[in-house]
């Protein structure tokens, strides 16, 4: 077995990556399989993804759109009660964030609205692959209701004020920890989830070093008798898993692993949904290895977006 302290990272890189090349490096992280990325492997992971309804990738990759229309169009957008995205009337034009889920489903439900005819025909234009099987070529109406729609690069969306900044500035991260803490981050529903599956991961197998990782816990001081029974117990309970997998599945196997159990967890929300996660879970009442994470990561949000934390 292995023990690793706990650890966040937040995803720059993915930032700056192709829509693509994001949603599919999020995604395998679910099955621990990143050893399988290459130039060509992001179109058709994420096209077999979306064909198999895998929706939750979708929601790894937001845009944020400026589009110009008139107050009746965007009355309509509103009518629909859009609930996964935000939006916000500017002087210039209607701000709105989405994610490519959100947007596939607002067109499913809604595209006939030609607001968000306009917005899907946009993004399919440059990335139709992520609207397979939702996107017809619309309903014909696009030159006569005469909507822009433009895409906001990040850098533009980082000189927004404080409160749309709040909004429409999307962060992941990527946090390596025990399954307690995992168990308690999924509640805060606003945000989009993607987590390493003990159904699909083999802790068996030879790219996991044929061992269970687990995380040290920060209750227990190495050395001590609490450690050592701590390291006991994780000893007896890989033998057993390992034995289980002799016979059975991970999904079986996995029913006897413990919350110490080393978990990758990635978390997408928007700035404000970090604040109001850093109030619940880096005060002294929150879980203790839940602050060990929240508050170092809460310090180096602050230090990037001081307005908004
Ligand atoms: C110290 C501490 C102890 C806890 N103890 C327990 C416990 O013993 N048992 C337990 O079950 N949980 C416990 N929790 C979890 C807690 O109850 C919340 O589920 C969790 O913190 C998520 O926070 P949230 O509900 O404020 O907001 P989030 O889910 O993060 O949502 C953010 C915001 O979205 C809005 N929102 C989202 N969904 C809805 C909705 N359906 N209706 C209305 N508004 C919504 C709200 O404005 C909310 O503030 C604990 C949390 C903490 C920090």
């Excluded at 490519?100 to 609205?113: N, V």
């Excluded at 002294?284 to 602050?302: C, D, G, T, Y």
């Amino acid at each position: 077995m292995q023990i690793v302290d706990p650890s966040y990272t937040i995803q720059d890189d993915l930032d700056k990556a192709s829509l693509v090349v994001r949603l599919e490096a999020c995604g395998r992280i679910c099955y621990k399989s990143e050893d399988l990325i290459n130039n060509d492997s992001a179109l058709p992971f994420v096209k077999k993804i979306a064909a198999h309804g895998h929706n939750s990738v979708m929601e790894m990759a937001v845009v944020t759109l400026g589009v110009k229309c008139t107050d009746e169009q965007f009355d309509a957008l509103l009518a629909l009660e859009p609930k996964y995205l935000f939006i916000d009337r500017l002087d210039s034009e209607v701000l709105v964030t989405a994610s490519i889920r959100s947007l596939r489903e607002l067109y499913q439900r809604a595209g006939k609205t030609a607001i968000v005819e306009a917005m899907v025909a946009f993004m399919a234009d440059g990335h139709d692959y992520l609207f397979e099987g939702v996107w017809d070529g619309g309903h014909g109406q696009l030159a006569e209701n005469n909507i822009e729609v433009r895409k906001l690069e990040l850098a533009e969306v980082e000189t927004l004020s404080p409160e749309l900044l709040a909004k429409h500035r999307f962060s992941g991260v990527l946090f390596i920890t025990n399954r307690a803490v995992t168990h308690e981050i999924v509640r805060h529903r606003p945000c989009s989830f993607l987590q390493e599956s003990q159904r699909y991961c083999r802790y068996s197998q030879d790219k996991f070093d044929n061992q269970v990782t687990f995380i040290k816990p920060m209750f227990y001081e190495e050395g001590t008798e609490e450690f050592a029974l701590w390291q006991k117990a994780m000893e007896d309970t890989e033998a057993i898993y390992l034995k289980l997998l002799e016979t059975s599945t991970p999904q079986a196997a996995r029913t006897v692993l413990p919350n110490s159990c080393k978990t990758e967890i990635l978390v997408y929300c928007n700035l404000a949904e970090w604040r109001h996660i850093f109030n619940l879970r880096t005060t002294p009442a929150a879980e203790p290895s839940m602050r060990e994470v929240m508050i170092p990561l809460a310090a180096e949000m602050k230090e990037r977006y001081p307005a908004v934390f």
